[in-house]
């Protein structure tokens, strides 16, 4: 992949802050700031120091979720 194809993909890409991640997840925002604090997912941080996920973040969570409910 060239560096321009790279950012592209930056570019395009959705990040959620909390409330829309947890909306697009199926858990409250509280719920998932009590992930963040017992370090169960690790959120990226934006130029406020805001945690912020990736498309793929939430995807990666979804499927945590879903594991732990099978289990």
């Given at each position: 992949?060239?560096?321009?194809?790279?950012?592209?993909?930056?570019?395009?890409?959705?990040?959620?802050?909390?409330?829309?991640?947890?909306?697009?997840?199926?858990?409250?925002?509280?719920?998932?700031?009590?992930?963040?604090?017992?370090?169960?997912?690790?959120?990226k941080k934006d130029?406020?120091?805001?945690?912020?996920?990736?498309?793929?973040?939430v995807k990666n969570?979804?499927?945590?979720?879903?594991?732990?409910?099978?289990?």
């Open positions: 992949m060239t560096l321009s194809v790279k950012m592209c993909k930056l570019l395009v890409m959705k990040i959620y802050n909390v409330s829309l991640a947890s909306k697009k997840i199926g858990v409250s925002r509280q719920t998932l700031h009590a992930w963040i604090r017992k370090t169960w997912v690790k959120p130029y406020r120091d805001y945690p912020v996920f990736s498309e793929e973040d969570i979804i499927a945590w979720r879903k594991e732990l409910k099978e289990a």
